[in-house]
């Protein structure tokens, strides 16, 4: 199994970021996908949550700014990023929870790097 994030790079505050993430592999289905960031010299934070019904939720520092999306026939999970601001600066990573029917398994992405100019 293998997640591949997609879509950091430079952003302007105030501006828009849209990230995406795949997974590919043998496996039954995905179960929920989330996204996680890590800012320089801190830890791993968690971002947003998305279930396989669509139930999603947010770390309060992100609420009403970002959004999480999903798509399940593709086996992708999506973060639309709005009103950055230079603290959003991170490497954001998308994690999966893989199900092979008789037991379930977290994959992490290796990041991709979001940096807001300020």
């Known amino acids: 199994v293998e997640l591949v994030e997609s879509g950091g790079g430079l952003v302007q505050a105030g501006g828009s970021a849209r990230l995406s993430c795949i997974a590919s592999?043998?496996?039954?289905?995905?179960?929920?996908m989330a996204w996680y960031r890590q800012r320089q010299g801190k830890e791993r934070e968690w971002v947003a949550t998305i279930a396989t019904h669509g139930r999603t939720r947010y770390a309060e520092s992100v609420k009403d700014r970002f959004k999480i999306s999903r798509d399940n026939a593709k086996h992708m999970v999506f973060l639309q990023m709005n009103n950055v601001n230079p603290e959003d600066t991170a490497v954001y990573y998308c994690?999966?929870?893989?199900?092979?029917?008789?037991?379930?398994?977290?994959?992490w992405g290796q990041g991709t790097l979001v940096t807001v100019s300020s």
């Open positions: 592999g043998n496996f039954l289905t995905v179960l929920d």
């Open positions: 994690k999966a929870v893989i199900d092979f029917e008789v037991y379930y398994q977290d994959y």
